[in-house]
């Protein structure tokens, strides 16, 4: 069972960046995709903030795109994203996920990020 524990979210100024941290433990040999999601309190599971695939597929929102970028570390067993330019409309929780496509997705607890205007 794969576990995840996100980091990195603060509070930044409009324009600012952040880069969140996803630590990776379990065996996640499985997991053919990793994504970050990002939900606002009362929201439903939507499309991923940017999400990546085993077979080297690489997706992001139209609302991110050209601002964030997804990248994983396998020596160090971990998944970030880059974010820049970042807008008020950023805010949220942002959620770390691991799919194998066979059972449920993994969520991780969560990290927020509040960008004041």
């Known amino acids: 069972q794969v576990q995840l524990v996100e980091s990195g979210g603060d509070v930044v100024q409009a324009g600012g960046s952040l880069r969140l941290s996803c630590a990776v433990s379990?065996?996640?040999?499985?997991?053919?995709?990793w994504a970050w999601y990002l939900q606002s309190p009362g929201e439903d599971d939507r499309e991923p903030a940017a999400?990546?695939?085993?077979?080297?597929?690489?997706r992001y929102a139209d609302s991110v795109k050209g601002r964030f970028a997804i990248s994983r570390d396998n020596e160090k067993n971990a998944v970030y994203l880059q974010m820049n330019a970042l807008t008020p409309e950023d805010s949220g929780i942002y959620y770390c996920?691991?799919?194998?496509?066979?059972?449920?997705?993994?969520w991780g607890p969560g990290t927020r990020v509040t960008v004041s205007s």
């Open positions: 996920v691991a799919d194998d496509r066979m059972g449920p997705k993994i």
């Open positions: 379990g065996s996640s040999s499985g997991v053919k995709i």
């Open positions: 999400s990546f695939s085993s077979a080297g597929s690489i």
